[in-house]
């Protein structure tokens, strides 16, 4: 039995002329409506002004929370932080604020948490910007695809005009080294996996003849896409803290999987276990006697199975139906030689 959801898509992590990006919030809000988002959720560096100016809450078909991006006194240490209305104090360490967001039972998510550079080919100006030790409890959500970062990784001195010319076809997986650790961590304790587009369109100049926004917002916004899978319609007689709430519990919670649009419109994507009336959507954990995984695809794809870290099954399906032992699942879909949706992680604990 296919669950049945209400499915919002959106993208997480945007940057205004609040700090580093390109566009105001009412070209940002425009560019996400005509993509055909149902949220969007902004995150300036250490400023909580498209807040505090109003723009959190519904702009006609599309939700908007503001946030903001925390960084520590190095730079380091991003975290993205939705829900609070008021910025923390700058001088918090990053073990200060990853608890203060907890304890305001906001949402926090570690950005970008192992970028790296090659240090030999890499565009100088631009160092990367890693967490390097992620072991706090509190850290729930990390990106485990950053468009921006990723970007950023692959570019070099060499390939930078090809790159900002086709920004979407540079990242085509989320970094190994990332679902990694990921999947590591969720055999002990859940951590969710979001996807995210670190959208700036920053301005170059390209062979000091024209001037191109790279990264564009309309363009980000139709690549990292994060979807929810809701019980109940988001309804705009509610108040916006607790729509906020609703979606933030969602990706706390796990019920969610990335997708990039590049390679097709992944709504519709369905992964759960199955055992007579028993079901476990992504992001729970239970006891499982027969434990049957199931995946509707909305596309045939070439899925890949990974029980507790490893490469369990693979092969082309549009639908999977298979029988499983107690493990850690995610499911991964490509499409061509590109990934295309991530779901989150489903844990089937033996029956005693
Ligand atoms: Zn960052
Ligand atoms: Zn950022």
Redesign the pocket.
């Known amino acids: 039995m296919r669950p049945d959801f209400r499915e919002y898509i959106g993208c997480i992590?945007g940057?205004s002329i609040y700090s580093d990006g390109s566009g105001t919030y009412p070209e940002i809000i425009k560019a996400a409506q005509e993509a055909g988002l149902d949220f969007l959720l902004m995150?300036d560096?250490m400023t909580l002004r498209g807040r505090d100016e109003g723009y959190t809450g519904w702009h006609d078909n599309l939700f908007v929370s503001v946030g903001y991006?925390i960084n520590d006194r190095d730079d380091l240490h991003?975290y993205l932080a939705f829900g609070l209305e008021e910025t923390l104090p700058e001088n918090y360490t990053p073990e200060q604020y990853i608890k203060a967001v907890k304890a305001k039972n906001a949402l926090g998510v570690a950005?970008h948490p192992f970028e790296q550079r090659d240090k030999k080919k890499s565009v100088p100006g631009f160092p990367p910007i890693p967490w390097g030790n992620l072991d706090y409890p509190e850290i729930e959500t990390i990106e485990i695809w950053n468009m921006?970062s990723h970007w950023l990784e692959l570019t070099t001195i060499r390939n930078k005009y090809w790159n900002a010319v086709h920004p979407r076809s540079v990242s085509t997986f989320p970094p190994r080294q990332l679902l990694k650790w990921w999947d590591k961590a969720n055999l002990g304790r859940k951590v969710t996996g979001i996807g995210s587009v670190?959208v700036?369109a920053m301005k170059i100049t390209i062979f000091g003849l024209f001037t191109k926004a790279i990264f564009d917002y309309k363009i980000m916004f139709k690549s990292i896409r994060t979807h929810l899978l809701c019980d109940a319609e988001l309804l705009k007689t509610t108040d916006n803290s607790t729509t906020e709430s609703t979606i933030f519990k969602l990706i706390r919670d796990g019920r969610t999987f990335v997708s990039n649009y590049r390679w097709g419109d992944a709504r519709g994507f369905r992964f759960w276990a199955e055992d007579g009336d028993r079901l476990l959507q992504m992001g729970e954990s239970g006891e499982m006697h027969r434990p049957v995984l199931k995946a509707v695809l909305p596309k045939k794809g070439h899925c890949r199975i990974i029980r507790n870290g490893e490469l369990f099954r693979k092969g082309p399906a549009s639908e999977i139906d298979l029988q499983v032992t107690p493990g850690v699942y995610r499911l991964e879909v490509l499409k061509g030689k590109h990934g295309w949706i991530y779901s989150n992680h489903i844990k089937i604990l033996g029956d005693k």
Request: glycine share 0%; hydrophobic share 20%.
């Open positions: 992590h940057h995150s560096h991006e991003h950005a921006m670190d700036h």
